[in-house]
């Protein structure tokens, strides 16, 4: 179990991430993944419009990253509070 104070930061933003638990039907093998969920932070804010001007998607993305590889990725977010429910509290697995 990772506690929050280990948990690493944003590098879009530096705030801490937050575990978040992977789907059943994800096709990741690790239980959980960090996620950013800071309404501020510039990748998703920007997230937004750059999907709406590219792809005409009302859709954005946060940093996700892999707790295994180190490695970061969006995950793709459809509302504020898209995957919000899968956050993991501080004693959870």
């Given at each position: 179990?990772?506690?929050?104070?280990?948990?690493?930061?944003?590098?879009h933003c530096?705030?801490?991430?937050?575990?978040?638990?992977?789907?059943?039907?994800?096709?990741?093998?690790?239980?959980?993944?960090?996620?950013?969920?800071?309404?501020?932070?510039?990748?998703?804010?920007?997230?937004?419009?750059?999907?709406?001007?590219?792809?005409?998607?009302?859709?954005?993305?946060?940093?996700?990253?892999?707790?295994s590889t180190?490695?970061?990725?969006?995950?793709?977010?459809?509302?504020?509070?898209?995957?919000?429910?899968?956050?993991?509290?501080?004693?959870?697995?």
């Amino acid at each position: 179990m990772t506690n929050k104070e280990d948990a690493p930061s944003c590098p879009h933003c530096g705030s801490k991430m937050k575990r978040w638990k992977v789907p059943g039907d994800s096709t990741w093998s690790e239980p959980f993944h960090y996620v950013c969920f800071n309404d501020e932070c510039d990748y998703y804010v920007r997230g937004w419009e750059y999907m709406f001007n590219n792809y005409q998607q009302k859709a954005s993305y946060r940093c996700r990253m892999n707790p295994s590889t180190g490695k970061c990725g969006p995950l793709p977010v459809w509302s504020q509070d898209a995957h919000k429910d899968y956050v993991l509290a501080d004693d959870e697995d």
